[in-house]
């Protein structure tokens, strides 16, 4: 079993769309959640993290964590076609690359939003 | 201010040569971390370096390899190259290795034949 498993799509969505973009995780140390967007050609950049379990928001995206089912989602509100990139969950133990652990990565889901 | 730049953007080698990546952090920034994108394997960690010294270390071969220099410019060396290193090799870098404060080059595309 992969430590982070990630549906890789694509999914297409209509404008306006509320999108839900999830992975999973085998690892119970992952403290750290991330969600990173990666447009086409070029590297990928933070949305949002979390620290363990809850909710975050900012602005139309929510990230949920359910680290009691290793779960953890990005929810996309009133979509936009600026919003069709690939995105992806990282997560790891600790907060930094410094020391003996390190981030992992979920493959990605190319995401699409049709005007 | 400058982003993370890295050199070249595409490069064509073939198995069994060898290949050096650049990748300049943005100023200020003393960790420089690297990443190996595939379509089959996704983003994979490679290696971090602060401050010349190299602190944390993937599950890669020892054909990959890397060195910081005192200006925290970063390189990266792969030899022996296989067909299966043909990838978008990414770098990031950070003021002290938080993930949450790292920035991604557009990174360098190996195509190995």
């Known amino acids: 079993q992969k430590e982070v498993e990630q549906d890789p799509g694509p999914l297409s969505v209509p404008e306006g769309a509320i999108v839900s973009l999830n992975c999973t995780y085998s690892?119970?140390?992952?403290?750290?959640f991330m969600w990173y967007r990666q447009y086409s050609r070029k590297g990928p950049e933070l949305l949002m993290y979390?620290?363990?379990?809850g909710n975050k928001e900012d602005g139309r995206f929510t990230a949920q964590v359910d680290k009691s089912s290793k779960y953890i989602s990005l929810f996309i509100r009133d979509s936009q076609p600026s919003d069709s990139a690939t995105y992806l969950c990282?997560?790891?133990?600790?907060?930094?690359?410094?020391?003996?652990?390190?981030?992992?990565f979920g493959k990605g889901t190319k995401l699409t939003v049709n005007p | 201010k400058a982003g993370v730049t890295q050199t070249p953007r595409y490069l064509i080698k073939t198995r069994g040569q060898q290949v050096t990546l650049s990748c300049s952090p943005i100023?200020?920034?003393?960790?420089v971390s690297w990443y190996q994108q595939t379509p089959g394997q996704g983003l994979q960690f490679l290696f971090e370096?602060?401050?010349?010294?190299?602190?944390n270390k993937g599950n890669f071969p020892g054909r990959f390899s890397g060195r910081q220099f005192s200006n925290s410019r970063s390189e990266m060396n792969v030899s022996t190259l296989e067909l299966g290193d043909s990838a978008l090799y990414l770098c990031?870098?950070?003021?002290?290795?938080?993930?949450?404060?790292?920035?991604f080059g557009q990174g360098t595309r190996l195509t190995v034949v």
């Open positions: 979390t620290y363990s379990s």
């Open positions: 990282a997560m790891s133990p600790t907060l930094s690359q410094g020391g003996s652990e390190k981030l992992v």
């Open positions: 990031a870098s950070s003021r002290t290795g938080d993930n949450t404060e790292a920035f």
């Open positions: 370096y602060f401050s010349e010294t190299q602190r």
């Open positions: 690892n119970s140390a992952f403290q750290y």
């Open positions: 100023s200020g920034h003393r960790s």
